[in-house]
């Protein structure tokens, strides 16, 4: 272990032990420091994702598919069977899934790589030091990694309503018949389908004129139909007043007042960064404009002995951004040569049927020169894969380079997530679309669609006279 100056009890302090706390954690101590993680409470440990986003959330929606699958079947049998939902073994079967991942994501297991452990609140007490229940202690460097936490939704009557937020919504008791999902954001599109999927009547209401309103428009306008042609209604540009008596009176774009039934409401509308109680002037540490912390470059604050990563960074609120902005503060210790943190490639998929995934850059950011770019559209009711499993709504989109680099795009379609991964990787090393044109794709798999894309591509550049030209003057 390296020596540590006596004016430090711990070589590094991480605050907060989800993705981006646990990766900095548990890579320092592997290279030999002494490291000190803070967590509010045992059962907080593996953070948002594990206990109240990504893991339960997809685990709701692995169910919810059965259901679905099991609902679409009956039109290739000859009985027909109601299926109805048991909440109760739903949510236990939830339990299960984060209780095989907790196994490595708790204090006592944390505690055996040699990492030292501390419950309770944090609060700095200066540049380098932070206080924990009356326990002092101190580190050259601090990592900020408390995540975040639903946005409140001040409306009139929520509380005579059962209500719930992603961090209650896994704790559900009673299944609800007309559930309302409040926004229009990954979180109720992909909760508000997997409710409808379970037999609920979900109602999505959007204050803005899309849902999902960061995916490219068409994206939204597509992924709303199927939602809708499931039988969730979602209602866009309404204006949420008040609930009373089991109604929610909503005011649409025409002025007019719509009373929708629940029995039950989701709230959704956005999240905002744990960082309120951690008496950062303390510390020297400054807000933006937004409440946000103020960052740098390399993702330290305005006292440059503290960083931040994941949903406290106020940034975009993924798990996988949380971990890549670890590796950034990570490297920036060690090297001389300090690495910007970027967001230019940053892909996320939004979990519903079919998937959307998005990576890199947009139409809007490449701006409107048509010049700047080649931009690709492969459509799904041309890939026998998504003929043979009934699921051709849906696309390909790219953005090229004039070099043929992937700059970004967006998928809808089953599996888009992983479909997108082999895009993503090209994108991050500079790898030319054409390339794929010589790799073997096993027919049909669904990835597929790249090498259509890739063959689109290259049919466009034989069009031109000088290929075709060059192209004659070589055979033989």
Known sequence: MKAMPNKYTHDIIVIGAGSG????????????????????????????????????????LHVANLFHDIDTSSKYSSHDQAHTVDIQKVMDYIKERQAVIRKHENPEYIKTLGIDIAIGNARFSGEHDVIVDGNHYTAKHIVIATGSRPRTLELEGLESIPHYTNESIFSIKRFPKDFVFIG???????????????????TILQTGERILP???????????????????????????????????????????????????VFVGVGRVPNIDSLALETAGIKLDDHNNLQLDK????????????????????????????ASVVLRNFFSPFKKKYTAKHMAWTTFTSPEVA??????????????????????????????????????LKLYLSKQGLVLGGTMVGPRAGEITSELILMMYEGIKLDAVLSKPFPYPIGSRVIQAAARQYSGKKLQSPFAKRILRLLYH
């Open 21 to 60: 706390g646990l990766t900095c954690a548990i890579f320092m101590q592997r290279a030999g420091f002494r490291v000190l993680l803070i967590d509010k409470a045992p059962e907080t440990f593996g953070g948002d994702c594990l206990n109240y986003g990504c893991i339960p959330s997809k685990a709701l």
């Open 184 to 202: 229009g954001g990954p979180i109720n599109i992909e909760l508000g389908q997997a409710f409808s999927r379970l037999g609920s009547h979900v």
């Open 214 to 264: 960061k995916e490219e428009p068409e994206v939204s306008v597509l992924l709303q139909r199927l939602l809708e042609k499931e039988g969730i209604s979602i209602r866009t540009g309404v204006a949420v007043e008040k609930i009373e008596n089991g109604q929610v009176f909503v005011k649409t774009p025409d002025g007019s007042v719509l009373k929708i039934s629940a029995d039950a």
């Open 298 to 325: 390399y993702l330290r604050t305005t006292n440059k002995a503290v960083s931040a990563v994941g949903d406290a960074a106020g940034q975009h609120m993924f798990t996988h951004a949380a971990e890549l902005q």
């Open 358 to 395: 998005t990576f890199g850059i947009n139409k809007l950011q490449l701006g409107t020169e048509a010049a700047n770019y080649d931009e690709l559209i492969v459509h799904l009711d041309e890939d026998d894969r998504a003929i043979t499993d009934d699921s051709t709504e849906g696309f």
